[in-house]
Structure formats: structure tokens, C-alpha cells
């Protein structure tokens, strides 16, 4: 069932980059942009866990944030960011490689 879910948010984001981020001017301050990010979040953890890491990153997206390079972290944790968690990542200079390719904003 999770499956299902899982699609329908994926299909949910690439309607969202076909219909609408298709006739807007580029604007996202992270790479990848927050819909690609949905995405690979999703691929690989699923509809829950991949939500929240989605929901988070729109969150960092603000006006004032700086942006940048910001993958989806290799082991899951919300907390990834944060230098006392066991999931800690520092933020890349280079991106990972992704499985979206530059098809998609």
C-alpha cells in the first residue's frame, strides 16, 4: 500500500514540475531544486519518511536561508544537519550524483 502512496506523491510533484514550475521563471536556492528533492526523498524512503524530509526542505527554503548545494541525506534522520547527530552530513560543494538527471527543475 505504502507503494501506492509513494507513487501517487511522485506523480503529485511531477505534475506539479510539468503544470506549474514549467511556466515559471527558475527560482529554487538549492540544488537539487526542492521538487527533485521530493522526489529522490521519496524514492528512497518511501511516502512517510520521504514527506517529512520534502516538508523540511520546503521549510528551509525562505527568503533569507543561503541556499546551496543540499542532497538527500544517505541515512535517514531529520536531524541530519546538525553536527551532534549520528546521521550528521556537512553540506557538499559538489552534488551527489542523482537519479532525476536534469530533465526536471
Not at 506549474?20 to 526542492?34: E, V
Not at 529522490?40 to 546551496?68: I, N, Q, T
Given at each position: 500500500?505504502?507503494?501506492?502512496?509513494?507513487?501517487?506523491?511522485?506523480?503529485?510533484?511531477?505534475?506539479?514540475?510539468?503544470?506549474?514550475?514549467a511556466?515559471?521563471?527558475?527560482?529554487?536556492?538549492?540544488?537539487p531544486?526542492?521538487s527533485?528533492?521530493?522526489?529522490?526523498?521519496?524514492?528512497?524512503?518511501?511516502a512517510?519518511?520521504?514527506?517529512?524530509?520534502?516538508v523540511?526542505?520546503?521549510?528551509?527554503?525562505?527568503?533569507?536561508?543561503?541556499?546551496?548545494?543540499?542532497?538527500?541525506?544517505?541515512?535517514?534522520?531529520?536531524?541530519?544537519?546538525?553536527?551532534?547527530?549520528?546521521?550528521?552530513?556537512?553540506?557538499?560543494?559538489?552534488?551527489?550524483?542523482?537519479?532525476?538527471?536534469?530533465?526536471?527543475?
Amino acid at each position: 500500500m505504502s507503494t501506492s502512496i509513494k507513487a501517487v506523491m511522485i506523480c503529485g510533484v511531477r505534475w506539479y514540475q510539468r503544470h506549474i514550475s514549467a511556466n515559471t521563471p527558475p527560482c529554487c536556492k538549492y540544488y537539487p531544486s526542492c521538487s527533485n528533492y521530493a522526489i529522490e526523498a521519496f524514492e528512497r524512503y518511501g511516502a512517510f519518511k520521504g514527506g517529512v524530509l520534502a516538508v523540511l526542505r520546503l521549510l528551509r527554503c525562505r527568503p533569507w536561508s543561503r541556499g546551496g548545494i543540499d542532497d538527500v541525506p544517505q541515512q535517514y534522520s531529520i536531524f541530519y544537519r546538525f553536527s551532534w547527530s549520528k546521521a550528521h552530513e556537512e553540506p557538499r560543494l559538489t552534488p551527489l550524483a542523482t537519479t532525476q538527471g536534469e530533465a526536471h527543475r
